[in-house]
């Protein structure tokens, strides 16, 4: 592998790294201070209004750039982008002051797009956003969520590829749903265009020389007259190598979700911390579902290298739930639990319901949820 390639692998893993230790670090601050943002974070249901949310605003975008209102998308996710933000700054800050550093993330954006403001932007709204997830999605909306999404998005890029026309128009925007993977240090998104081709939502996979960026470096001017045929043989390879890899903010955010689920609904009895310092809700499943993560991307990775491009969540999603199960099993959460198919009964208020004709004994369950934790 070439080091420029591995220099842009390395990166990748890093801002994945810091999204998941992020949302980790967030679930337990995030649920003290109300966040769950839905009623009951074990109905699998969610996840289905999720995935119908999903496919409206696809299409909205779709025709968007259709029709030319890319600013409406732009204005959309930076708008998104300062709200996330004031999540995160609320955990440090009060919620009145955490609008100041939320506003000035969000016209930062605006003003000076560059590739290292794009990615902190990006790890800090993927790391709100699966912990504001992880504590709303149950087990079982989880598992349901991840793999519902890495099916659509496998569909997308291999089949209807409408995802990879998607990726093309909000990679022109310099906006935070991508995050930027330059090769080289000197990388400028401002002052580069991009390509045309991502792998959908996640990354970039370009199927020829003319849609990368490529390297234009001389190294046989550097070294003067005396040029060597392992000179230009290493020129003729720098010119190949990218000078950024794109993926998809989803493609770190979907994972994650899981992770912060686990560390937050499994039992404390079965899965305590592992002690962690700052990091107290990261629990063996957690840690196992990231490890998975991991693997899923380093093959990403590799395919990505091969020109072509890729649909990242069956991989990544496919990963994280692999590892996922591995430590709930191996920290002795039974099968079923571990799905999210534990059923629980609240209390149950046994009636007598009277009518002029007949009189009948019912059993009426106030209260009934397949949850994944007891508290006892």
């Not at 390395?10 to 998941?20: D, K, P």
């Not at 289905?48 to 975008?61: D, E, F, K, N």
């Amino acid at each position: 592998m070439h080091r420029r390639v591995a220099f842009g692998v390395g990166f990748t893993a890093v801002l994945f790294f810091f999204v998941q230790l992020g949302a980790l670090a967030l679930v337990p601050t995030f649920y003290e201070q109300g966040y769950q943002t839905v009623e009951d974070p074990t109905n699998p249901t969610n996840s289905l209004v999720y995935i119908g949310a999903i496919l409206v605003a696809t299409a909205v975008m779709l025709a968007a750039f259709k029709y030319e209102l890319q600013w409406l998308v732009k204005a959309f996710v930076t708008l998104a982008a300062g709200s996330l933000a004031w999540y995160v700054f609320s955990v440090f800050f009060s919620p009145l002051l955490a609008v100041i550093p939320a506003v000035g993330l969000a016209v930062l954006l605006i003003v000076y797009p560059e590739w290292y403001v794009i990615d902190a932007a990006g790890v800090l709204m993927g790391a709100g956003a699966a912990g504001l997830f992880g504590i709303s999605f149950g087990l079982l909306p989880a598992l349901v969520l991840l793999s519902i999404l890495a099916i659509y998005d496998a569909i997308s890029v291999y089949g209807t590829e409408h995802m990879l026309d998607l990726a093309a128009g909000v990679m022109d925007l310099n906006l935070p749903v991508v995050l930027v993977v330059p090769t080289t240090l000197s990388y400028s998104l401002r002052e580069d265009t991009p390509p045309v081709t991502t792998d959908d939502t996640t990354t970039d996979g370009s199927s020829s020389d003319t849609e990368t960026r490529e390297h234009t470096a001389d190294e046989s001017a550097e070294r003067g007259v005396d040029t060597t045929n392992s000179a230009d043989e290493t020129s003729t390879e720098e010119q190949h190598v990218r000078d950024a890899f794109f993926i998809g903010l989803g493609d770190a955010v979907m994972p994650t979700v899981l992770v912060a689920s686990a560390a937050f609904f499994l039992p404390t009895e079965l899965t305590p911390s592992l002690g962690i310092s700052g990091i107290p809700a990261l629990t063996l499943p957690a840690l196992t579902a990231m490890i998975g993560t991991f693997i899923g991307l380093f093959i990403l990775m590799w395919l990505v290298t091969k020109d072509r491009a890729h649909a990242g969540l069956p991989l990544l999603n496919g990963g994280a739930i692999g590892g996922y199960l591995i430590g709930a099993l191996l920290s002795g959460v039974p099968f079923i639990r571990a799905l999210g198919l534990w059923v629980t009964f609240d209390w149950i208020e046994f009636g007598i319901i009277t009518t002029p004709k007949t009189s009948r004994h019912r059993v009426r369950f106030r209260s009934f949820s397949i949850l994944e934790t007891v508290d006892t």
